[in-house]
């Protein structure tokens, strides 16, 4: 079972309530189509209105659960199990996807709905993200669809609304085929500095306390959506906005959805929508979107819907609640006292961010003079980095990464970088990375200057903290061979030396220089 796993829901009547709500297809299991059936939606929130749910965990006030997963989500797995036998057992039949095609090391941020991130030094191995290695950022279960029975409407103000099979889109005398090296990124990437400094709202699954680890890099196989909508006729007058229903269920404020959101039709027509069977060169695996699923390059990943059900031509952007009340920006001054869906404006394009990898925060380094650091840079819409820059104070003076240790530029995609930072300095130390790119846009220097009441994007200037040993330095190098010769470890740095720090001639000595302690007069 999924830790922790338990159907035993509060009810505020005294019997269960008789719910099943069947699946909308054959061969598609966990697919209960719910927006095409108003009805049921009031039905299935009618079941929900009868218990009583767990509460949100409090995961930002104090210290994250030192557990993997880090957060469980027993409410989202109790949703599942009231609506009945076709959804129960999805948050058990998740995780075993997870176990079966991602990474044994991977941080689970989630449970369920699955949020997890792979470790930090492996993401930035290689310019592609590894299939298993590939953060993973689910609204709800994982559904099981059989490739032969798959097929995606398309309707809505098109002019010929057709139903097509995969082998259709697969049909190069149809689609000529696309593919593309392309980032995705959460919008939660690096929310933990946010929680840390300046807590916001915290609903486990739309605020997931992600770290630098919700972004991966892949080669995306496909068509592009602009030439499916030239094969359904074009778009009839009015239509400014495509919208892809995925199948998984999703659940917002007592109400059942699947999982629905939009883009604009400018973003289709300069070929930056594609619906993708192929990642690095495999089909898709299951957590990623098997079947088939939508790759919006340069936008916030949330658009990038799996498990593509249907698309919809509308006049519009979507009503639905992801993209309506969900990844909005408010403004500092927003939070849980006055904010308003209307207050904030929908997160598309990624703004320019990057990280450090490697070393990692409260790190202690023994260096000869140079520390060695990693990371990755990122500019959205269409942007690339240009240069990364590296400071060792906090921000005052910045060095220029080598551009021969910047991997190469695409359109849609990061680039790695690296760097050994000149430090002369010991003790506590700020390391911090920031990115320009081709557009001279830049990072916010602090996290208050990119804080916001959901926590999303927090594209400031990453730092960490990191205690520096130079054994360049002769006082230094000396302590460093006693510890060696008396068989003593460094480590951890909070462990008071069970040594004298000075022998008392030497001490006499130098007091002696000095001038003593006291003054004469």
């Not at 075993?96 to 930090?120: C, Q, S, W």
């Not at 090296?181 to 997931?208: F, K």
């Not at 480590?491 to 069970?498: A, E, G, H, Q």
Request: proline residues 7%; hydrophobic residues 35%; negative net charge.
């Amino acid at each position: 079972m999924v830790p922790g796993l338990s159907y035993d829901i509060p009810l505020k009547q005294n019997c269960y309530p008789s719910a099943y709500f069947a699946e909308e297809e054959k061969g598609w299991h966990g697919y209960v189509e719910w927006e095409k059936y108003p009805e049921k939606k009031k039905e299935a929130a009618d079941v929900l209105a009868k218990y009583s749910f767990a509460q949100e965990p409090e995961f930002q006030l104090g210290p994250l659960p030192n557990t993997n997963p880090v957060l469980e989500g027993v409410r989202w797995k109790q949703y599942h199990a009231a609506l009945g036998p076709t959804l129960k057992d999805v948050p058990q039949e998740s995780w075993e996807t997870v176990l079966e095609e991602k990474a044994e090391d991977m941080i689970h941020i989630l449970d369920f709905p699955y949020n997890g991130e792979p470790p930090r030094d492996r993401l930035v191995a290689t310019t592609i993200t590894r299939n298993e290695d590939h953060f993973v950022r689910n609204h709800g279960g994982i559904p099981r669809i059989n490739e032969e029975d798959y097929t995606l409407d398309i309707d809505g103000l098109v002019n010929q609304p057709k139903r097509l099979t995969l082998d259709d889109l697969k049909n190069e005398d149809l689609f000529p085929r696309m593919s593309t090296v392309s980032t995705i990124q959460c919008s939660g990437t690096r929310r933990i500095e946010q929680i840390n400094e300046y807590p916001g709202d915290g609903d486990e699954l739309i605020n997931a306390p992600w770290g630098e680890g919700a972004i991966g890099t892949a080669r995306w196989t496909g068509v592009s959506l602009k030439k499916v909508i030239k094969y359904c006729g074009g778009l009839k007058e009015g239509a400014k906005h495509l919208e892809f229903t995925g199948v998984d269920t999703y659940f917002k404020k007592g109400h059942v959805y699947n999982y629905v959101v939009s883009v604009p039709w400018r973003k289709v027509k300069f070929n930056e929508v594609m619906l993708a069977w192929d990642m690095n060169g495999e089909p898709l695996p299951k957590i990623h979107g098997f079947p088939l699923r939508v790759v919006v390059f340069g936008y916030i990943g949330a658009r990038s819907v799996k498990w593509l059900r249907r698309i919809t031509a509308i006049s519009e952007a979507s009503k639905a609640p992801v993209q309506k009340k969900e990844y909005l920006y408010y403004t500092p001054q927003v939070g849980k006292q006055n904010a308003a869906y209307s207050s904030g404006f929908s997160i598309q394009d990624m703004p320019v961010s990057s990280a450090i990898m490697t070393p990692t925060d409260k790190s202690v380094i023994l260096h000869d003079g140079k520390i060695h650091m990693r990371g990755w840079a990122y500019s959205g819409g269409g942007h690339w980095p240009e240069r990364v820059e590296v400071s060792g104070d906090g921000g005052s003076i910045w060095y220029e990464t080598p551009y021969q240790e910047l991997t190469q530029k695409y359109y849609h995609a990061w680039r790695l970088w690296s760097v050994d930072l000149p430090v002369d300095a010991e003790g506590w130390l700020e390391l911090v990375v920031r990115c320009w790119d081709n557009s001279l846009n830049t990072q916010p220097t602090f996290v208050r200057s990119a804080w916001n009441w959901d926590l999303h994007v927090t594209s400031s200037c990453h730092r960490i903290k990191v205690y520096s040993v130079n054994k360049n330095k002769p006082a230094t190098a000396k302590r460093l061979k006693e510890l060696e010769e008396k068989g003593i470890d460094f480590y951890p740095i909070t462990k008071p030396l069970n040594i004298d720090l000075e022998e008392d001639e030497i001490y006499e000595v130098e007091m002696q220089r000095r001038g003593g302690r006291d003054p004469e007069e």
